[in-house]
């Protein structure tokens, strides 16, 4: 028997390997055996260790399989000589991955490797909010502003122009 392993970004529409994938991008496994023998393999299971992709990815599709713990299985079926079955699942990348260089990692024949984009995005800082004497300054003088309006405007019995202006500052 031969066994190989693909894998498609169907969100990028590329092959997962050749870029990272991003959070919430669908990758499509491709499970193949290859009956290279002279005979057929009778009751042959295809299963796939998914422990180190499970940690970062959602099962959406399992093609047929079940799952039995962390590995995917389908069911046993005969492989004639000279000939080859495929299987598929199809994961989604978490939205919230861990920080850091991260890749799913996983074989069957061949090992597919494809690494993960975290959402962190490197040399990106945070700036605060600007704070201090002057901003402080606008803020109480819009609030005395705002008291003497409304002070003036109870004094004088509700003015119609003093009472157009606070009603256009306060939407009521």
Do not use: C
């Not at 028997?1 to 529409?13: G, I, L, P, R, V």
């Not at 994961?91 to 993960?116: D, E, F, W």
Request: glycine letters at 8%; zero cysteines; charged letters at 15%.
């Amino acid at each position: 028997m031969n066994y190989s392993k693909s894998a498609f970004n169907s969100t990028q529409n590329i092959n997962a390997t050749s870029a990272p994938a991003n959070p919430e991008d669908y990758i499509t496994y491709t499970l193949t055996a290859a009956n290279t023998g002279n005979s057929t393999a009778s009751g042959f299971v295809i299963s796939d260790d998914l422990s180190n992709v499970l940690p970062y990815a959602d099962m959406v599709d399992m093609g047929g399989g079940y799952m039995n713990g962390s590995v995917i299985v389908w069911p046993a079926q005969d492989i004639p000589a000279g000939a080859s079955v495929s299987k598929y699942f199809k994961v989604r990348v978490k939205y919230q991955l861990p920080a850091g260089n991260i890749s799913m990692i996983n074989s069957y024949g061949n090992t597919v490797t494809i690494k993960l984009n975290n959402g962190h995005v490197l040399g990106a800082s945070l700036v605060a909010p600007k704070t201090g004497a002057s901003e402080d300054a606008a803020a109480v003088t819009f609030a005395a502003s705002m008291t003497a309006a409304y002070a003036v405007w109870r004094r004088r019995g509700y003015s119609g122009a003093v009472k157009r202006w606070f009603m256009r500052l306060t939407g009521k």
